[in-house]
């Protein structure tokens, strides 16, 4: 075990890795897919409804099975789902009304075996909806609109088809219940193509109350990696967040809120065990409510199902990440995140004066840099042609030697253009990292020298021989051809993987740390003498300093730490 020593004024942070402005206020954020009438008996829902509510449950989505409320043509029954809205309204848990799928009487396959995931009759659906959004317009407000349209395992149709039953229901809602929020439906990862094709093609952005996704954290079919892990094909947990955000930044939508309607980790042999489920948990609702915009996260599922994503077992017996579930939420409700920060940051460059960044071009692009500009980098950019062209601004600056991340702020354009960095090592060998596309905000980024996207070159044994250099930031074309314009600042190395995010509720402070890495020593300093350390699971800790430095073990288990009172 390495041990890393570090002091941290918290008054005087050095660098951000959170967002450029703070996030609102969380508030009602905890969600979980309870789906009562699908999944659990009636004799069990109340204590299935009371135990998510004891554990901070504020809202379930629950699906509306359109083959079970309206099982013939203007024949409906409303009996059961009567029962389940009751149930939650009884325990204060609001709900997320999901409306799917297609009934066989309305299919447009009707004869296919998988006739649901057909597009449905568009006045039949419409009937539908506008029944089901009636009867319940005291109960529900908020109706997500299909499951993971841009899956030909839950749609088989195109993005029309889906744009077009988009705008029919949520004018079929507002038609009965104007106040009703429509969330587009969960897309399955953060599917950039299909949202941009949604909004080019919809008559009124403004339709969207919410843009919902689902970023499980998989890589060919392994859901087992962390919320800050990335590797080709796997975004981390923020990227994918920043992704959705460009495309919506893009159609003007900056406003519209991001709900993650589906997430989780299997408890399954080919997951990860109850420990590590309950730490990303806890990884996972930090760092998403902590990104501007990100408002409601739903964990997927509550109860285990053959997959065992659930925070309880088949027979409702709690696993740890119920424990974590109400942990996160005990500390993370009504707080207001302001930064993150990290320790042993050292600022390589803060763009007040030349440094020597130089914009290499060739064939099929062109382009400039200003590294002094108003205290930015400003980059120009315009690609001739969209295969396999690129921009390259080079740096070639040698880095301390027990760098461990870099740090960031961009503001970017909202394009599908990639950006990634490169670095050489001490033998020569190449590794590059991606970032993705990158929204038009100010927006701060985080990368993790151990999660490369590629290596090449020299040995290519994907060993980080240090020092390493800084070689350059590159932008991809990714079949994009607009000119455009990118303003870096405050590039930063940190010499540890620890993250400590600092949040603010009545004006006390409050903080989540972990190491992303090996286990470390940490010296913080507080502004109290006195602060408890609170623990999933094990009794908190009451710890007090004179001059205010607490020396902390800190490794992936996530703590947070908060005023003695």
Known sequence: MKNIFFVLPVFIFFGFIGTAQASDQITEAFGVNLHL??????????????????????????????????????????????????????????????????????STNPDAANYEFYPPDIEKWKNYVTAVSEHYAQDIDAWEIWNEPNLTGFWQGDVDRYVELLEVSARAIHEVYPQARIVLGGL??????????VYAKISD??????VAFHPYREL??????????TRPGLNTLRQDIYQMKAVMNAYHQNATPIWLTEVGWST???????????????????????????????????????????LVDDQYVPKLALSAYLFAYQH?????????????????????????????????????VNDHWHGKMKIIYQFNQTENCYAQIVFNKVLPKKSRVLFFRLKGVNQQAIMRLRLVDAQGEVFQYDFGSTPREWLDYEVDLKNYAAHWGKN???????PLTLESVIIDSNHDLDQAKILLDSLQVSLSSAKIYHFVYNQQDFYAVWNSGTSAIAKIKLKNKRINIDRLAKES?????????????????????QPAL
Do not use: M
Not at 93 to 104: A, M, N, R
Not at 191 to 197: A, G, R, V, W, Y
């Open 188 to 197: 399955s990862g953060s599917d950039q193509d299909f949202l941009n094709e």
């Open 37 to 106: 009438h699908q999944r659990v008996l009636t004799e069990n829902q109340e204590q299935v409804l009371t135990l998510a509510q004891d554990h901070g449950v504020q809202w379930a989505r629950e699906e509306f099975i359109w083959q079970d409320i309206e099982p013939q043509e203007n024949e409906f029954s409303w009996t059961a789902y009567d029962a389940v809205v009751d149930n939650y309204q009884k325990n204060n848990i609001k709900i997320l009304g999901l409306l799917t799928y297609s009934t066989q009487w309305a």
């Open 220 to 229: 060919n079919g392994q859901f087992v990696y962390a919320p800050e892990y």
């Open 205 to 210: 952005p403004g339709l969207i109350d919410a």
């Open 332 to 368: 993370l409700n009504q707080q207001k995140f302001t930064q993150a920060t990290a320790p042993h940051q050292i600022l390589l460059d803060d763009f007040t004066t030349s440094q020597g960044w130089q914009f290499i071009g060739n064939a099929c692009s062109t382009g400039k």
């Open 268 to 310: 399954s042999d080919e997951g990860v065990s109850q420990a590590v489920q309950a730490n990303y948990l806890l990884r996972l609702y930090t760092i998403a409510l902590s990104i501007a915009g990100v408002e409601k996260v739903f964990w997927y599922s509550f109860a285990d199902d053959p997959q065992k994503f659930g």
């Open 460 to 466: 290519a044994d994907g060993v980080l021989n240090r």
């Open 541 to 561: 800790l009451l710890k007090s300093s004179v001059h205010r430095i607490f020396t902390l073990r800190l490794n992936e288990t996530l703590k947070f730490l």
